[in-house]
């Protein structure tokens, strides 16, 4: 994963509200509330982007807000990008790609093919909502695989210790917390 202080070796570029019309329980989500479904794209990203160690861009189009000037920022450690009045999703991505494409390895997660087509154009390479959706749950799967044999192997290791050192262990592990 990359730390703070070095670049990251990847960038994963996020259609936001193309991923949120692509995966149904965002979609679900979307119909009852779209900051809820934005939201809930954050915090997944945010997890991928901590397992994965690639740095990832969510970008919301807000061309058809008047006035609007844009805006960046952190939120959960990924970076979320609401573009300009006038300025598209695809057209910030391009831009980025522009100035990094040959440089970075850069991702874009998008299911609008002609997009697809300019992303490969430029340099970077694309994945579709689909394939991000599957690469997410792949994650999960192994962390959660993670888990259950670090629990095992805590299991064993408490099942050697007396009831003593198990109870001491418990008020430090409640002193903590």
Do not use: C
């Not at 982007?49 to 740095?55: D, E, F, M």
């Amino acid at each position: 994963m990359a730390g703070k202080d070095r670049k990251p070796k990847e960038y994963l570029f996020v259609d936001g509200y193309n991923i949120i019309n692509s995966w149904e329980n965002l979609r679900e989500l979307s119909n009852i509330s779209l900051e809820v479904a934005r939201e809930e794209l954050i915090d997944i990203m945010s997890e991928y982007q901590h397992y994965s160690g690639i740095k990832t861009i969510i970008v919301f189009d807000a061309h058809m807000v008047k006035g609007n000037s844009g805006k960046r920022e952190i939120v959960k450690e990924v970076e979320v990008v609401y573009t300009k009045e006038y300025e598209t999703a695809d057209q910030y991505i391009e831009k980025v790609l522009d100035d990094l494409g040959r440089i970075e390895k850069i991702r874009v997660a998008t299911s609008d093919w002609m997009e697809q087509q300019i992303v490969l154009g430029r340099g970077g390479t694309r994945i579709s909502a689909r394939e991000l959706e599957l690469e997410i749950k792949g994650y999960k799967r192994m962390i959660r695989q993670k888990r259950k044999i670090e629990n095992e192997k805590n299991d064993i290791l408490l099942g050697k210790l007396d009831e003593e050192t198990i109870e001491k262990l418990n008020k430090l592990i409640k002193k903590k917390e």
